[in-house]
């Protein structure tokens, strides 16, 4: 389980994790999640599923910092994360 903070304006690289599902849960702000190629906003109180291999990101529209809860299963490798969608 990490915490992890977004700046007003920054989004995170778009990837995917190789046999590892993670789970985004808000806990402050305001942001849009992509998941191949579809977008979804969410708030405080959102989680959301993203299952292995499944390319994402996450960004922060808005001009309030966005905290959110990234839970990983198994464990979060950078090994198995690779950087851009998948093609």
Avoid: M, Q
């Amino acid at each position: 389980v990490n915490e992890v903070a977004l700046s007003p304006g920054v989004s995170s690289e778009e990837h995917y994790h190789i046999g590892c599902e993670e789970v985004y849960f808000i806990l402050e702000g305001e942001g849009v999640v992509h998941l191949e190629g579809e977008s979804f906003s969410v708030s405080r109180g959102d989680a959301v599923f993203i299952p292995p291999e499944l390319s994402h990101r996450i960004e922060n529209p808005t001009d309030v910092p966005l905290r959110f809860l990234s839970i990983s299963s198994p464990p979060f490798s950078r090994e198995k994360t690779v950087s851009g969608g998948k093609g």
